[in-house]
């Protein structure tokens, strides 16, 4: 509930400001003044160049910060599923979105920017990344969770891949909503390799996104000041939003979770789930502005309690679900959404000092409420409340486990 509420803060706060100012050279687009004000102001919120630069990076910074009390749930599902994995690949393709940006811009195909300007850009914002990550591996000092050094807050090699999917998508993004979805996939890999790795911890990740993201939105903040309108371009003019388009989507949240009810092993030993973390991708396909398909993968990590005792065991549920997708526009940036599922679900083993639970599995399901804001016309901040009847980790009287999830997600709207 604290991440939630602090990642809403840190999401709407500073952009209030900036809606009670006079709409100057702040803004990146002036939108037209429609007839209903409300829709007027949130327009002019999500067009202010404070919002442009900070909707996504802030939160995922803060995000990684507060989720650093969780780190040890993420790293017990790495070692339970991928206990010997060892990869180099995440050194590579950190670089690749840069590679595929410069690649495209050599053969020619247009971007935003022309090449002085591109290069001025990037250059800013990888003096930028290379000083903020670097200092706070120096000054922070956390121990990586291989214990090879302690130089693991925030991840460089996520903040590399994050700063060069960033300036792909400023670069291409307006040609192609897929440019972005590509970049900033290969950027997500890189980030769960770095894990997968036991080279960082979830917390190294969220921060090390962030302050990609922020790094680049920041460079090419400075080169708009030096260039300003000269070697530019851009596809689209318009900053309106179109009322009933199909909201089809595909992004990565995060939330926290709880799963009330105790569980009876014995006579005399009981036990119960703590709040837990969930991580996973949900992307859905929208026929027409209101009904659509989709489905969702999921992982979420729990902490038990034994006889009111807390342990440093924990289990994991991987889960999978699909179905139906609802959707309502509220105003062409606002959509509220819903969602009805059905899918497998399996908790790991986990060993207790008195018995063993997990190794189990069966079928789930899964409804929730979701508000979607469209930051742009191809990016969406979602928050939701997702309600799910999950198998029971041991045979016992239950019928089912309830879990329920609060979390935020950010997706690219195509």
């Known amino acids: 509930m604290r991440l939630i509420l602090i990642l809403l803060l840190c999401y709407i706060c500073p952009f209030l400001h900036s809606a009670n100012e006079p709409n100057t050279t702040d803004s990146l687009l002036t939108p037209s003044v429609p007839a209903n004000h409300f829709q007027y102001t949130m327009n002019k919120i ?12 802030v939160p995922l910074v803060i995000g990684g910060l507060i989720v650093k009390s969780e780190d040890d749930h993420f790293r017990g599902l790495r070692n339970s ?3 010997s994995f060892k990869q180099h690949y995440d050194d590579y393709l950190q670089y690749l979105p840069a590679v595929t940006m410069l690649s495209m811009k050599i053969g020619g195909v247009k971007g935003r920017s022309s090449w002085g300007r591109m290069l001025v850009s990037d250059v800013f914002s990888a003096i930028i990344m290379t000083s903020i990550v670097n200092g706070l591996k120096t000054q922070t000092k956390v121990t990586r969770p291989d214990n090879s ?10 903040a590399t891949a994050f700063m060069t999917a960033t300036m792909m998508h400023k670069e291409y993004g307006e ?42 939105e920041l460079g090419y903040f400075l080169a708009d000041l030096i260039f300003k309108d000269k070697g530019i371009h851009t596809f689209s003019a318009s900053s309106d939003f179109e009322w009933k388009i199909n909201p089809s989507f595909f992004g990565i949240y995060l939330g926290l979770n709880v799963a009330p009810g105790t569980y009876i092993l014995s006579d005399k030993d009981r036990f119960h789930f703590s ?20 489905g969702r993968f999921s992982v979420v990590n729990m902490s038990v309690i034994l006889n009111n005792e807390a342990l440093e065991e924990s289990t994991d549920l991987i889960a999978g679900h699909a ?14 959404g819903s969602k009805v599922l ?7 083993s986990c060993n207790l000092p008195v018995a063993v639970i997990g ?21 969406g901040v979602r928050f939701f409340l997702d309600y799910n009847l999950m198998p029971t980790p041991v045979k016992s009287d239950k019928v089912c486990t309830q879990i329920m999830t609060l979390g935020s997600a950010v997706s690219v709207i195509f």
Not at 342 to 348: I, P
């Open 46 to 57: 999500g067009n202010s160049r404070v919002y442009q630069m900070t909707y996504v990076g």
């Open 81 to 83: 599923r991928l206990p």
């Open 149 to 158: 050094n302690n130089h693991s807050f925030p991840s460089g090699h996520t």
């Open 175 to 216: 040609r192609s909503p897929w440019y972005s979805i590509g970049a900033y996939s290969v950027a997500t890999a890189t980030g769960l390799t770095r894990m997968a790795n036991n080279k960082h911890w979830l917390s190294d990740v969220l921060a090390g996104a962030g302050f990609g993201i922020l790094s680049t």
């Open 275 to 294: 709040s837990g973390s969930t991580a996973g991708l949900e992307g859905a396909w929208f026929f027409n502005p209101y009904i659509g398909v989709g």
């Open 323 to 336: 179905g139906a997708y609802f959707s309502y526009p509220i105003t062409p940036r606002l959509l509220i």
């Open 342 to 348: 059905a899918g497998y679900s399996y908790y790991s």
């Open 359 to 379: 190794s189990r599995g069966g079928f789930s399901m899964g409804t929730g409420a979701s508000f979607t804001f469209l930051a742009k016309q191809n990016l």
